[in-house]
């Protein structure tokens, strides 16, 4: 708001000034050719407002400089008292990225790749490009079967024929239901005394490393309470079995003591790692 006549300046260039003032710039001791009453005067004219361009600001500070002329050089009253309002437009929005290296929703990309996009700013602000991508993982692996023996006591003791057609239900089918393992959890025999159950015990069992085949099926046993004491069952299924000359079939992992009481065995399947440990009851 003024009266009577201004001219201010940003940063030392002109940039507004009112239409009752002439010079370039005005003497100072000019005065204005029309009087013109502030809106708080007695006429209640509003305040005048003039646009000027942002490329005239500078970074950091500005300096805005008004000077204020009366119309008589005999006047006792004067009102200056300049405003710079900022109005600052609405953030474009970038432009849409494109090229880019790999391509969206690209899929099998290798290792490593070169990550490159184009981008650019309507107002030259530096931009953040940001690539999002999920893990690889590896395809499913297949399905896999582990054959568990239980408590075959009564089979060994009376009916061997159906403990051989177990362990050969267990071959015929190890390609389609991708058998990889046989644990037999204790109680191989009903009497551990009688070596004739053990024989018919060893007759099955067999089935699954037939001679000259010893890693046709990956298998272990435990001993349960029916097949105590144990000597018979090292006899049958003891270190001997599984490490004959002291070369141990690739899947048999060890024992504790001297004796094959307790062991494990190792296999892998669908990707994992199988550690399976057989303890005696």
Not at 30 to 35: D, L, M, P, V
Not at 144 to 167: E, H, M, R
């Amino acid at each position: 708001d003024y009266d009577d006549a201004y001219v201010c300046y940003l940063n030392g260039i002109e940039v507004a000034r009112s239409s009752n003032i002439s010079g370039s710039p005005p003497a100072s001791t000019a005065t204005a050719s029309s009087g013109h009453e502030a809106s708080g005067g007695s006429s209640g004219l509003p305040p005048e407002s003039t646009v000027v361009s942002a490329a005239l600001l500078l970074s950091g500070e500005n300096l805005l400089a008004c000077q204020g002329h009366n119309a008589t050089s005999t006047s006792t009253d004067f009102s200056l008292i300049p405003e710079l309002e900022e109005t600052v437009p609405p953030n474009a929005s970038p432009d849409p990225p494109s090229n880019e290296s790999p391509p969206d929703q690209a899929t099998g990309v290798e290792g490593n790749p070169q990550l490159c996009v184009d981008v650019s700013d309507f107002e030259s602000e530096p931009l953040t490009a940001q690539f999002f991508g999920r893990e690889m993982t590896e395809a499913p692996a297949d399905d896999f079967t582990i054959v568990v023996l239980p408590d075959t006591q009564l089979y060994s003791q009376t009916f061997p024929s159906v403990f051989q057609s177990q362990t050969q239900w267990i071959i015929d089918n190890q390609a389609a239901l991708n058998i990889v393992f046989v644990s037999h959890v204790g109680d191989i025999v009903n009497v551990a005394n009688v070596e004739q159950q053990w024989i018919n015990a060893d007759a099955a069992l067999s089935l699954l490393d037939p001679a000259g085949n010893e890693e046709l099926m990956p298998y272990g046993l435990a001993v349960g309470n029916h097949d105590q004491p144990t000597t018979l069952f090292n006899t049958y299924f003891g270190l001997n079995r599984f490490c004959p000359a002291s070369v141990c079939r690739s899947y048999y992992g060890g024992n504790f003591g001297t004796t094959n009481n307790n062991n494990y065995q190792l296999f892998t399947a669908g990707g994992m790692d199988f550690v399976v440990i057989h303890l005696e009851y």
